[in-house]
Each structure stands twice: as C-alpha cells, then as structure tokens.
C-alpha cells in the first residue's frame, strides 16, 4: 500500500552507527505498521485538506504539517551587504553621471528635501509640499 522510501544509497563510512542515508529503526517500524494496517498518513492527512467538513484552520495546519514531504526545503542565500551596497552605489553613480544638469538640480533638491523633512508642516493628513526645482544657472552668483 505504501508507496517505496525514496533514498539515495547509503554512504559508506568509517564511523560507527548505521551508514548515512539509511533507514533508522523506529522509521523502518513506522513503515512496517502503516504497511500492516493499510493507512498511508500523508495520504489521510491530504484527504482531510481536500474535506470540506474540515475548518479553514485545520486544513492550513495539516498542509503545512505535508509541506516537508512534498516539496524540498529552499535555498538558503546568504547575501553579502557590503556588495549589493557597492553596486548600488555604481548604480547610483551611473544614473547620476547620464543626467542633465537640470535633471541633477532637481534630483539634488529632492534628496535634500527627503534627508532633512520639517516636522512642523506635517498636519498628518497626507498634504504634500511644492518643491520648487525651477533650473539655476551654475554661473549665477
């Protein structure tokens, strides 16, 4: 009735115990019985899922209780903060060199205006300010 372990061989070891990859006992004894009486758990469990009898709460835990046996655990990615900060700030740069002057002007007084916000003004019901971002002459005094 139940379907075959899939494991890959066991490995060899000079270690003692049972080699890697194989059964343990109390493992090979939940097979045996589940075999004996005819119930496949995971089977009955995704049934109970399926049932609309059973509440919402329920299936979501029983499927969460599956999810290890039907899908394997993800990737973890370590990332590397000092890198993505590195590339941004390429990026950043790149961005910043293809700008007209008026572009940058503008990008400037936004970042200004971002990195120093007046608390005072904030009323707390969403009002926005005019930036004015009208172009300058870089030779003007």
Known sequence: M?????????????????????LGRRTKEALALADEIK???????????????TAP?????LAVSCLPYLYPKLAHKQADMNTD?????????EVLHSLSFE???????F????AAPDKSRDDG?????????????????
Do not use: C, H, M, W
Not at 4 to 11: D, F, I, S, Y
Not at 125 to 141: F, H, L, N, Q
């Open 2 to 22: 139940l379907p075959e372990p899939t494991t890959n061989p066991p490995k060899p070891t000079s270690k003692r115990g049972r080699p890697l990859g194989s």
């Open 39 to 53: 119930v496949d758990p995971l089977r009955y469990l995704l049934k109970r899922i399926k049932s609309r009898r």
């Open 57 to 61: 709460e329920i299936r979501d835990n």
């Open 85 to 93: 900060r590195q590339d941004e700030s390429r990026r950043f740069a």
């Open 103 to 109: 572009e940058s002007s503008v990008l400037e007084a």
């Open 125 to 141: 019901k969403g009002s926005t300010e005019v930036i004015d971002v009208s172009p300058t002459d870089p030779s003007a005094p």
């Open 111 to 114: 970042a200004l205006r971002l």
